[in-house]
DNA sequence: TGTCCCGGCGCG
DNA sequence: AAAGCGCGCCGGGACA
């Protein structure tokens, strides 16, 4: 009657109506249990909201559903700061369980967490888990019971189960604690074997073993996220609704315009209309085509660098750039933002911690990892993240995170320089580059733009003042100051590109296209900076040695990312997993960074010491708020605890610099 | 009505 | 033939 494909114990049942002695045995079972499975059947998936209806459990050879009535009797179990708690999906869980003044002490091990260690490329779904690892599966709740949606409601379909067959609801309830606890043991058994290479084998936190990784680093971090989701951030709700007609109506507006123009009815959301209409009717010339997805049929493309291209010769253009910006925030952040809010304002965003091969961190419902910068925003999105009166918003950016890795893991102390001394690393890298002073380069990057419009005279006295003895260098190179400036700018314009576009695996053909310079030249570019660096040029070719060696890429706290495509024949395959095996030790040990400086955040206690609470992760950014009269300390602590991460410092500093405002826009 | 894929685009 | 990493969400359109 299980459902299942394997032997499996019954299930016993609990609820408040069950004699005193049952539910003794209970309690006193689970509180003799060190390692507890857990699962709740809810009212539905809205983490702030809903309530558990079931709860099941499963422990050594038992398994049992339990009323959600019950769950005051094991109040002293879950305040045991001893127990492992096993979960899949554990903040899920454990929101549902605290929306009913239930809170489990002890650690939080999550089977999806961990299976997305040993597994990046797998999907880390509980049915898939046990299917995969321990080859059990069975029956499907929504497939027995009724598919849950719009129709129908979670606690709609558990109210029928309850009404129609009350010992089947039982078996099943208990069937995803009992999957969980067994794809637990088995996790933790090739977690455990599985060695890997870390910065800290020797010193704390010492990472061995991907067990390791995952106790000391990934379970704590799951409760830190917890915290972060379970408080939310509060939203100017009336700001947004002030913005949307608003936004709505200037829509509307272009849509007319654009209808007019074209002649007829044409829906500027729709990529088939825009190519018939640029390719078929006005017979433009495409400069590239899409991808062309399952079919294989590739199209002529309507992207913005085609609207960009075409915004002077084709009024349509320009229109449909306004259009998709305009549209773009208004679905996806005013609305999008708005229907997200809990009855206070708050949002509270799921950060997920087992979907980036990388080891970075993903935000849904709502992405609060992808708010527009204020520069692209005509309705100032991160001013309506806003605090309570008389509190503040801390925000702590890390400078150059990835660059200062890459100089740490290429050991480049030419780079670590340019980091030392606190200059621009892209103007540190131009200089390096072209062998021009570092001062030429800073000067070029301000006064080129305007040194056209600039007096003469006027524009010496400035440069000299920035960079003494520019003029004379600019003469010795045989061109005005005006052009060496521009040129200087320039150069830095080159070592952004390189920089930033190595770290990805940028080949030359797309560095001379962003660069607006011919295949030869971009090469000649790459080149100049591997001839600079030349550690860092080592750096990328071991990395892609010892993916070939090992199979994988590794961070600095010892996550690994499997790359089998490195050893594969086919040539564009291969250069893919080339690009990872580079990137991933950069982009992940940036991870590992900021992940290392919430957990340390955490344990000091900035709650307990300044009421100061943790609500966002940006990749390289930390928000906070606090009391208004705290924010000045908040600065400074979490500066500190940014700019250190571990316990012994890296080859270059790390620099963090908060800002404070009312807001998160006034934050930055 | 619901589900999937796609092109496109927001962020780091 | 084409070749930049990592995400999530929107609306359109195809299909069941």
């Not at 009657?1 to 539910?23: A, F, Q, V």
């Not at 509307?252 to 390719?279: D, H, W």
Request: net charge negative; proline share 4%.
């Amino acid at each position: 009657m299980t459902g299942w494909n394997i032997d499996l114990p019954g299930t016993m049942y609990l609820s408040g109506d069950s004699p005193e002695n049952e539910k003794q045995w209970m309690v006193n079972a689970l509180a003799g249990a060190q390692h507890i499975a857990i699962d709740t059947e809810t009212t539905g998936l809205i983490k702030w909201k809903d309530i558990p209806l079931y709860w099941s459990v499963a422990w050594d050879n038992y398994r049992a559903t339990l009323r959600a009535d019950t769950l005051y009797y094991f109040t002293n179990v879950f305040a045991d700061p001893e127990k492992d708690w096993i979960l899949a999906n554990a903040k899920y869980d454990m929101h549902i369980l605290a929306n009913v003044g239930i809170s489990l002490l002890g650690r939080w091990n999550c089977v999806q967490v961990m299976h997305s260690l040993l597994y990046e490329d797998k999907p880390h779904k509980l049915k898939y888990i046990c299917q995969e690892i321990l080859g059990w599966t069975w029956a499907d709740f929504q497939d027995t019971f009724g598919k849950i949606g719009k129709k129908q409601s979670a606690e709609d379909v558990i109210r029928k189960a309850e009404y129609s067959d009350m010992q089947l609801l039982i078996e099943y309830a208990a069937n995803d604690a009992w999957g969980t606890k067994g794809s637990f043991w088995e996790l933790k058994k090739q977690l455990e074997s599985a060695y890997t290479y870390s910065l800290f084998q020797n010193i704390p936190p010492y990472i061995d073993t991907l067990w390791d990784f995952f106790s000391k680093v990934e379970r704590p971090y799951t409760k830190v996220l917890w915290k972060m989701e379970r408080r939310g951030i509060l939203i100017d709700v009336p700001h947004l609704e002030r913005s949307e007609p608003t936004a709505r109506k200037e829509i509307i507006a272009v849509e007319k315009e654009i209808t007019k123009l074209a002649g007829y009815n044409i829906n500027p959301r729709s990529t088939p209309q825009l190519q018939k209409y640029f390719f078929d009717e006005q017979e433009m010339t495409p400069l590239k085509m899409t991808k062309g997805g399952k079919s294989g049929v590739r199209k002529p493309s309507v992207d913005e660098k085609f609207l960009e291209y075409h915004k002077n010769d084709s009024p349509m253009a320009g229109l449909l750039m306004t259009h998709r910006e305009l549209s773009k925030l208004h679905g996806t952040y005013i609305i999008g933002l708005r229907d997200l809010c809990d009855p206070s304002g708050r949002v509270h965003t799921s950060f997920n911690q087992d979907v980036a091969r990388t080891g970075r961190l993903s935000s849904s419902e709502p992405n609060l990892q992808n708010i527009p910068r204020p520069e692209n925003d005509k309705w100032n999105l991160r001013g309506a993240f806003i605090t309570m009166p008389g509190w503040g918003m801390v925000a702590c950016d890390y400078s150059q995170l990835e660059m200062r890795l890459l100089a740490v893991a290429a050991a480049e102390q030419d780079m670590a320089d340019v980091f030392n001394r606190g200059w621009d690393i892209h103007c540190g890298n131009a200089s390096l580059m072209y062998n021009v002073p570092y001062e030429d380069v800073t000067t070029g990057k301000k006064l080129a733009k305007d040194a056209d419009s600039m007096d003469g005279v006027e524009l010496i006295g400035v440069a000299e003042e920035k960079s003494p003895g520019i003029s004379q260098r600019a003469q010795a190179s045989g061109s005005s100051l005006a052009a060496y400036l521009r040129l200087c700018s320039s150069h830095r314009s080159d070592a952004k590109n390189i920089g930033f576009g190595l770290n990805y695996g940028m080949g030359p053909k797309k560095l001379a296209n962003d660069l607006g310079c011919t295949k030869q030249e971009a090469i000649q570019k790459i080149d100049t900076y591997k001839a600079t660096y030349p550690a860092v040029t080592n750096f990328f070719k071991e990395a892609v040695e010892e993916a070939r060696e090992t199979g994988y890429s590794f961070t600095i706290l010892g996550r690994r990312r499997n790359l089998p495509q490195i050893l594969s024949n086919n040539r564009s395959d291969r250069a893919a997993g080339e690009r990872l095996a580079v990137n991933t030790q950069i982009q992940g040990s940036a991870a590992d960074v900021t992940r290392m400086a919430q957990l340390n955040i955490d344990a000091l206690g900035l709650d307990r010491m300044y009421n100061c609470h943790m609500l966002l992760q940006i990749h390289d950014e930390l928000v906070f708020e606090c009391p208004q009269e705290c924010v000045e300390d908040v600065k400074l602590e979490v500066e500190e605890m940014m700019q250190h991460p571990f316990c012994k410092d890296l080859l270059v500093p790390l620099d963090a610099e908060a800002g404070s405002g009312v807001s998160w826009g006034e934050a930055k």
